[in-house]
């Protein structure tokens, strides 16, 4: 690997993980999880953004997703399926601020996989994870860079995404968070699932 590629890789990672760090659809899901108890589905939700960003991210350096961004109609599909899954994801969310904490508690052992799914779904279903890739990667990935570097980026943008939202359902699952969560428990739900609606319905009206 040469010099190049390792320069490559840590600006790429780099803005990476600023992406990933910041405010969205993603984070309002997985903190959500966590705070409500639901540990193991935050877990899960965090593996499967992180599986499908990885999808997208191959797809980008293969410049399949280019094609995908041409394609008008079929973007606009992907774009309509997406905000119609966050404002279901936020409905869900402000209904259960109806349900007791214990009943999420209870269920937790068994949550990874719709954890997954959820995650996984959100991720692929958000075309702007198509613009985003296609950005980053036009910018900051040459095309003469070797596979060894565009495997270590993909392993490196698996890794940061694993590592934090497991961060995030780590400290906000911890019992004295969930303490202050639970006494406004009800407030706290409506919020991350208003904000979850809210992001759906601006990839709805976005052209």
Known sequence: M????I?????????YA???????????LVSRMA??????????ATF?????????????????????????????????????????????????????????DGADESRFMPGFRRGFVMCLSN????????????AAVPPETSLAAKLAILAGAYAIEVAWYGAVTLVLS??????????CRRIGERI?????AAFGMRLLLER
Do not use: C, H, N
């Open 127 to 138: 075309p702007k994870a198509i613009a985003f890739f296609v950005g980053l990667y036009a």
């Open 7 to 15: 320069a490559t890789i840590a600006a790429t990672l780099t803005i």
């Open 2 to 5: 040469t010099a190049a590629d």
């Open 192 to 196: 991350l699932g208003a904000l979850l």
């Open 48 to 104: 499967g953004l992180a599986s499908a960003a990885t999808i997208y991210a191959v797809l980008t350096m293969a410049g399949l997703s280019v094609i995908l961004a041409e394609i008008g109609w079929l973007a606009r599909a992907v774009q309509i399926a997406g905000g119609l899954y966050l404002i279901w994801l936020g409905i869900e969310g402000w209904r259960s601020a109806a349900r007791p904490l214990a009943a999420a």
């Open 18 to 28: 600023a992406i990933v760090v910041s405010p969205g659809p993603s984070f309002a």
């Open 35 to 44: 705070a409500a108890g639901e540990r193991r589905a935050a877990y899960g």
């Open 174 to 183: 911890q019992p004295q968070v969930r303490r202050v969560y639970e006494r």
